[in-house]
Every structure is written in structure tokens, then in C-alpha cells.
T-cell receptor, first 111, second 112 residues
Framework: GQSLEQPSEVTAVEGAIVQINCTYQ??????LSWYQQHDGGAPTFLSY????GLEETGRFSSFLSRSDSYGYLLLQELQMKDSASYFC????????????FGTGTRLAVRP | DAGITQSPRYKITETGRQVTLMCHQT?????MFWYRQDLGHGLRLIYY???????DKGEVPDGYVVSRSKTENFPLTLESATRSQTSVYFC???????????FGPGTRLTVT
């Protein structure tokens, strides 16, 4: 099976940069995804990394190191609306098109 | 309406009752998924379907039944609801060869 670890909570100040880490254990790794979920809302897709390196999409970037079984989500120029839960999810050969989600990191952005 | 919808959005039922949660998507995505979300557990996969008439168990399938006679619909049935099935249920879909799963708005189910 797969397992993922991410911090349960992170707090940051508006305008700052925050990094949310995710470590995973799996066999036959394909890729790591990140999803955002606001309170009471549905998860929405942010990014997917299959290869090592940094992928940038606007204020959000996602990084993957396959050799370290590690990835992170980087949020820059934090805004109050970024307060949400962030989930990493792994896709692996053993699970095909299914995703295994981490337990999520709750980000609180303070003024 | 385009997208993925779930009904009902809120449901209260009693222990032992059968309840069906509906999921409908308009993209003709081949893959559909049912997750439950509980505090401290994140999203856990209950069942998924790769195409009409093809379903398979996920991480926590016990007490649930699914069917998929049409590509666009993927109902989830709790045969005899228990309090431990009180949760928020999300349906999701994706097309082949893409990574992004699209989630419905969720159904908040309370079993009393």
C-alpha cells in the first residue's frame, strides 16, 4: 500500500511564503498531486508532478524529489483566501488510476 | 448543468436504513470515484469505476454497494446505515490519461 505524511497545520502571514511538505512511501511511484479544499467545499486540483523538479503555476509551485520520496507545495504572496486545507496524493503502479490522499495540512493565513 | 453533481447535499437517516447517494457527471469521463472524508483521515476511497459496468473496491468498501449502468451516473448505496458511516461523501470523475480528478460538491450524511 501507500502512505503519506504531511503536517497537520501551518500558519503564515499574509504576503509571506509558505511551504507544505509531503513525504510518501509507495512502490511503483507514478506521480504526486496537490489539491486545495476550502472549508465546506470540494477538493480542487492544483498540480501534478511526475518528474523531479519544480512546476510553477502562478503563485503556487510544486516540487518533487523521487529519490527522496518527497514533495512540497510552495505558496507565494499569501492571500487570506489561501486559508484552506491542502492534500497531497500519490498515484502508483499498484493502484492504477486511483489516488491515495494524505490527511491534509490546514493552512491559516493571518493578516 | 455541466460538471459533476451530487444529491442530496444533506441527509439525515436512522441506523439500519438503506440510503443511496447519487452522483452525475456530464463530461462522459470514464473514471468515477467515491470518497468519504472524516476528520483526521483525509479522503479515503470507497469504490471506483473505470467504465460502465466495471467497478472495484477501494480502501474502505465494507457496508457500501455501487453500480454503474450508465457512464454518467455512479450511485453509492449504504445497505444498512451505521453511525460510523456518518461522514461527508465526495464523488469524483476523471478522463483517461489525465491526472486531475474533478470533485462534486459533497453529501453530508448523518446517521442517527
Amino acid at each position: 500500500g501507500q502512505s503519506l505524511e504531511q503536517p497537520s497545520e501551518v500558519t503564515a502571514v499574509e504576503g509571506a511564503i509558505v511551504q507544505i511538505n509531503c513525504t510518501y512511501q509507495t512502490s511503483g511511484f507514478y506521480g504526486l498531486s496537490w489539491y486545495q479544499q476550502h472549508d465546506g467545499g470540494a477538493p480542487t486540483f492544483l498540480s501534478y508532478n511526475a518528474l523531479d523538479g519544480l512546476e510553477e503555476t502562478g503563485r503556487f509551485s510544486s516540487f518533487l524529489s523521487r529519490s527522496d520520496s518527497y514533495g512540497y507545495l510552495l505558496l507565494q504572496e499569501l492571500q487570506m483566501k489561501d486559508s484552506a486545507s491542502y492534500f497531497c496524493a500519490v498515484r502508483a503502479r499498484s493502484s492504477g488510476d486511483k489516488l491515495t490522499f494524505g490527511t491534509g495540512t490546514r493552512l491559516a493565513v493571518r493578516p | 448543468d455541466a460538471g459533476i453533481t451530487q444529491s442530496p447535499r444533506y441527509k439525515i437517516t436512522e441506523t439500519g436504513r438503506q440510503v443511496t447517494l447519487m452522483c452525475h457527471q456530464t463530461w462522459s469521463h470514464s473514471y468515477m470515484f467515491w470518497y468519504r472524508q472524516d476528520l483526521g483521515h483525509g479522503l479515503r476511497l470507497i469504490y471506483y469505476s473505470a467504465a460502465a459496468d466495471i467497478t472495484d473496491k477501494g480502501e474502505v468498501p465494507d457496508g457500501y454497494v455501487v453500480s454503474r449502468s450508465k457512464t454518467e451516473n455512479f450511485p453509492l448505496t449504504l445497505e444498512s446505515a451505521t453511525r460510523s458511516q456518518t461522514s461527508v461523501y465526495f464523488c469524483a470523475s476523471k478522463g483517461p490519461a489525465i491526472y486531475e480528478q474533478y470533485f462534486g460538491p459533497g453529501t453530508r450524511l448523518t446517521v442517527t
